[in-house]
């Protein structure tokens, strides 16, 4: 899946947000501190958020063009979109916010429903109403919820980030198996390097709306003495 | 006024405002979701000159009414044209001067049962594939259910106690456009004071309903 964005422009209150770059890697981390635009950049991508300018590509089809006004609508970009609140419908049962996107599956797609809660372990949860779901089972539907709409690509907006230590290196563990068995590409908002090392191919870092540098994770970040990861000094790309 | 013409009256009054409140549903709850969630210059406006009529003097509002209801007026000229039917002082007239005085609370209700359904969820329904039309009646409308149901009890309460506005335009004709809230002040004119009374109650035990059910829907919760 390759992704490119050009010059893009997104007004974001006093400041803004401007990117140009390529998306080519599996697993893709846009890592950054908080307000530095990875949660707009991500929500511009879905579709959700207008920019001003620029141009988004998806493997060659033009989702937006200011200069053409090309705006594809969301429901029809095919990207999963898993926000940081995960927006769980509330009113909708486990297995009917599983079911949303394909409310009358196909036979062949049951066999791939299955497939999704058994990989995400949520077999147990489908009567269960979201309110009754602790951070790790609402995050673990939300991400089956997106996988069965079959998108391209999987857009995820810090994933981990409700989540207590031990749950968030299972569920790291898990998205990890998730790419494995849909080979599902993902943009992985975050600004947790573990997160970043472990899981990601290639990371983006924004610093104030800008690409400030981007690479493979172990050229980027580094150990410190404690088991604390770190940017490098040195930037590259 | 006669025992049995009294049920007549709450019969009367209970179905056409009943009607009344059905006619006001879809442009209230059309009109709610615009200004919950449409952006363009004027909505403070639209809002206050929709809202008019729960803050101007029910008789002046009915004065508006009878002078567009008229075979004069340019509304009842347009319905009587089209369906050869008189609105003013007929049991139509009724139905219009309820439904106006209720809709602004019908109106605000649907406008803040549309603000308090979360934002993200909308535009997470359209990047699972969801059309307009599903998102709104699967995630919009279910989740501002109970603030419309509500929305839909009070302004029925409203439509039941209106008096001002009917009197002007619909008259009080003994089995024509009598309803209840008529009825008690001709009632206490011709110093039926049992009869009047009797009405009271019944108007009481219809609001207390009407209420006792609004409360209800307010405090039930999703079956979260």
């Given amino acids: 899946m390759k992704i490119r964005v050009t010059e893009l422009q ?3 209150g ?35 958020r207008r920019p001003s300018a620029g141009r988004i590509e998806l493997d060659g089809w033009v989702v937006f063009d200011a ?45 791939f429903v299955d497939h999704v809660v058994a990989v995400l372990e949520i077999g ?15 995050q673990r539907v939300a991400l089956g919820r997106a996988l069965l709409a079959r998108p391209r690509l999987l857009l995820l907006d810090e994933p981990l980030a409700s989540l207590d230590a031990s749950l968030r290196e299972r569920t790291l563990a898990l998205l990890g198996r998730v790419h494995q068995e849909f080979g599902m590409p993902m943009l992985y908002v975050t600004h947790d390097p573990q997160e970043v090392v472990t899981l990601c191919h290639d990371v983006v870092v924004f610093e104030a709306g800008r690409v400030a540098r ?24 | 006024m006669q025992p049995d013409s009294l049920w007549h009256v709450v019969g009367f009054t209970v179905g056409v405002c009943a009607f009344s409140t059905l006619l006001i549903l879809p442009p ?126 009070l302004a029925f309460a409203r439509a039941l106690g209106e008096f001002g506005a009917t009197i002007l335009v619909a008259g009080n004709i003994p089995g024509k456009t009598t309803t209840l809230s008529l009825a008690i002040y ?13 009405l009271i109650m019944v108007s009481a035990a219809l609001a207390f309903a009407a209420l006792w059910a609004s409360d209800a829907l307010q405090k039930q919760r999703h079956p979260l």
């Fill in chain 2, 186 to 198: 001709q009632a206490v004119q011709t110093g039926d004071d049992a009869m009047a009374s009797r």
């Fill in chain 1, 124 to 138: 147990a949860l489908l009567d269960r109403m979201p309110a009754r779901l602790s951070g790790g089972e609402k």
């Fill in chain 2, 28 to 153: 209230g709850v059309l009109l709610g979701l615009l200004l919950a969630r449409g952006r363009f210059p004027g909505r403070a406006l639209l809002e206050t000159i929709l809202s008019l009529p729960l803050v101007l003097p029910p008789v002046a509002t009915g004065l508006v009414l009878l002078r567009q209801t008229g075979p004069n007026g340019w509304f009842g000229a347009w319905f009587e044209h089209t369906t050869g039917l008189e609105i003013a002082f007929t049991w139509r007239a009724v139905v219009v001067a309820t439904g106006v005085m209720a809709f602004p609370l019908l109106l605000r209700s649907a406008r803040v049962a549309f603000q308090e359904v979360p934002p993200r969820l909308e535009p997470v329904a359209r990047t699972l594939g969801a059309s307009e039309w599903r998102v709104f009646f699967t995630v919009t409308l279910p989740l501002a259910r109970r603030g419309l149901v509500s929305g839909i009890v």
């Fill in chain 1, 67 to 111: 200069a053409t006004r090309v705006d594809v609508p969301s429901r029809r970009r095919g990207l999963g979109y898993v926000p940081q609140d995960l927006a769980l419908f509330p009113h909708r049962s486990v297995r009917d916010n599983l079911h949303y996107a394909r409310p009358s599956p196909a036979p062949a797609d049951l066999a």
């Fill in chain 1, 10 to 12: 997104v007004p974001l």
């Fill in chain 1, 14 to 48: 006093a400041s803004s947000l401007a990117v140009t770059y390529e998306f080519t890697q599996p697993i893709t981390a846009v890592f950054g501190a908080s307000g530095a635009g990875k949660t707009a950049f991500l929500e511009v991508l879905a579709g959700v």
């Fill in chain 1, 214 to 237: 981007h690479g493979p994770p172990a050229a980027l970040f580094e150990r410190t003495s404690t088991p604390v990861w770190q940017l490098r000094s040195q930037a590259s790309g």
